[in-house]
Every structure is written in C-alpha cells, then in structure tokens.
C-alpha cells in the first residue's frame, strides 16, 4: 500500500504561481512513475504532466512550457510548479504514483485561479 499526502494548492491571481507537492509513504520502494491530473467542474479527468524514476517526463500540450514536474527520490516526493496560471487552470488536482500493476491516487487539492 502507498499513501499520498498533497498540499500547496489555493487560491491565485490569473498570471500567478502556485507549487504543489505530493508525498508517497508506505511501500515505495518499486515506484516507478509518479504525474498529476486534474479534474474541473463538469469535465473529464485529464494528464497535467508525469514523471517515471528515470526522470524522463510528459505534459499536456495545454500546460507545456508553463507547468514544471520533478520529483526527489530520496523523499519519494513529486512536486508540481505551476507559473503563468489562468482561470482554465482551475482544477481539484491528483497526485498519483504506479507501483507494479497499480496506481495510488492522493486525495486531490483544489487550485483555483481568479481574480
């Protein structure tokens, strides 16, 4: 079993930052690919971006060159930097991490840009 602790996520201003971090605990010794995905109201839950332990990492077109994911191994921590936020960046956001056959999901962090 893995346990996923979020946090950093809020409210900003359109053009705004946000970091959002996500903590695995438990059996992480055979994690091999951790990302986020979002969901807003009314749509599907959609990739933001992933990283596998090799470091190699994918983004959705809509959050390319904005969006920075990386994760610290040693803390099995993934984070997720957010800059140039607009109002279609409002989101809960799942952190998820796939150990073997299965993916563990956090239990989601709202981001909400407005101004």
């Known amino acids: 079993q893995v346990q996923l602790v979020e946090s950093g996520g809020g409210l900003v201003q359109p053009g705004g930052s946000l970091r959002l971090s996500c903590a695995a605990t438990?059996?992480?010794?055979?994690?091999?690919?951790m990302g986020w995905n979002r969901q807003a109201p009314g749509k599907q839950r959609e990739l933001v971006a992933l990283?596998?332990?090799?470091?190699?990492?994918n983004y959705a077109d809509s959050v390319k060159g904005r969006f920075t994911i990386s994760r610290d191994n040693a803390k099995n921590t993934v984070y997720l930097q957010m800059n140039n936020l607009s109002p279609e960046d409002t989101a809960v956001y799942y952190c998820?991490?796939?150990?073997?056959?299965?993916?563990?999901w956090g239990q989601g962090t709202q981001v909400t840009v407005s101004s």
């Open positions: 438990g059996s992480t010794d055979s994690i091999y690919r």
């Open positions: 998820y991490v796939m150990v073997r056959l299965t993916t563990y």
């Open positions: 990283i596998t332990i090799a470091g190699n990492t």
